[in-house]
């Protein structure tokens, strides 16, 4: 998994997006963590990163 990774999953027999937002590492019991957001498909927004350096011109991109 790295972040920004979509994948399809299904909880209680419904299909749900899930995208990797990040890591870390738990306090206390040291398990390694990941951070999800669930994606609604009619919400997703497809844009070239042009566009998208257009409305936000100090964002730096990392990956």
Known sequence: M???D???VYLNGV???VCVLGFYSEEYSGEDM???AVVN???MVY???GDLQ???PRLKQLH
Request: glycine content about 4%.
């Open 47 to 49: 844009l070239p990163l």
């Open 34 to 36: 990941v951070i999800l």
């Open 54 to 56: 257009a409305l936000f």
């Open 2 to 4: 790295n972040k920004g």
């Open 6 to 8: 979509l994948f399809t």
């Open 15 to 17: 299909m749900m997006t």
């Open 41 to 43: 498909q009619e919400d």
